[in-house]
């Protein structure tokens, strides 16, 4: 039989309900993986060893009594370390939550276990999703499986890391402004935002509580599919979550796409992109047009207002979001001083890293008295403006498509002292975000180096379903998906 680890979700969920595998051999062939290859790539910051095979022992055993299992059975997956479960450390890749075990376990990890997988261990993120590169990590940086002097992107570069260099089938991240999708293209795997609230959110350490989704990566489309049919629904402890039905998410095998008319925005597909990452998102619309799909050219007019309205609204919210952490309520508390006020700001001072500081100082002045309207106020309202323009757009096509990340893998350090050049990372991004669009990335090419170029399918709100049977025809019909940047 094939390398466990080269199997995907489906197939090695498909393997142990029928009992052709133990869940607890898969398990083990992953342990042992991350064991040996992880030290080179830090993707994991702990994994949940004796517990995860005691997990897949169960598992086990529910089979031999004739069981039924659930669509996940033994189905070992990541998860990023901003989503709680009891009992366990949960850090948000930050000094401010040393030592914090939460009292209670993220629905969405609750939904996984309950459909048979096991949770095997939390991957390294940018401190509380402030990041595009998974180098603001209060734990160290990961690095990319394909380009290990390379940023995996971020924040949820420890997942994508972890599911490009095979140590695990499935990994969860959260998406903010592209925290899932702009790793998944960097790490050259497919990466999930859910239109927001698809998924709750419930258990998901907060960074910008308006855009927050829970997301996932994995190497094809049909992982993805098989996540979401267990992860999507209404939860209680959320209100932002949606009650609406999730359409059949079966994989569609089609062999073309006509019919299917798939807009290309030219403010997405031009200005400021890498020469080999326009040829790789050319080449894919070629594909896309010889399999009989329209292609539509359109414009998302404010699309240009994008980055400064997310990151103004982002910021605020997080600065919102993190005040609670002053080392009383919550966070650790610094020793030494005197009073009140100055253990607070020492406190904050030592846990949160520099990005964190920053953003939290600029959130609060957008959101400071004589300022609020201004910044925080209009950026909203711009937020709407845009979210106009794709109902407008959406009127014309089916899906709109783009590259994920304006470029490939840049080398470590190579943007940290550049804010602005790593905000602009996210430019392609965050217009999904703030309209809540669902939106993938999946695999297009590679530069001529061998770094992975991704390619970024939008779907009007709550149309997964369509997102993913169209991505899974591209999928199909090609074969980025399948190169392995380990063996």
Known sequence: MTDLHQLSATALARLVRSGEVRARDVVRSFLDRIDRLDPDYHAFLDHRGGRALADADAVDTARARGAD???????????????????EVTSAGSRMLDGFRSPYTATCLQRLTAAGAILLGRTNMDEFGMGSSTENSAYGPTRNPWRPDCVPGGSSGGSAAAVAAALCPLALGSDTGGSVRQPAALCGVVGLKPSYGRVSRFGLIAYASSLDCVGALARSVEDLALWLRVAAGVDDADPTSVAAPLPGLEPDHRDDLRGVRIG??????????EDEVAASTQAAIDALRGLGAEIVECSLPRVAYAVPTYYLIAMAEAASNLARYD???YGARSSGARRCEEMTTVSRSRGFGVETQLR???GTFGLSIGYQQEYYGKATRVRELLRADFRQVFGQCDLLLSPTSPVAAFPLGSRVDDPLAMYLCDALTVPASLAGLPALSQPCGFTTDGR???????APPLREDLLLQVAHVFERQTDHHQRRALS
């Open 69 to 87: 299992l659930g669509p996940l059975a033994g189905v070992p997956i990541a998860w990023k370390d901003n989503l709680v479960l009891r009992g």
């Open 264 to 273: 290309v925005p030219w403010e997405l597909n031009g200005p400021g992109l």
């Open 327 to 329: 080392g009383v309520r």
């Open 360 to 362: 939290i100082l600029l």
């Open 452 to 458: 992975p170029i991704g390619l970024q399918w939008m």
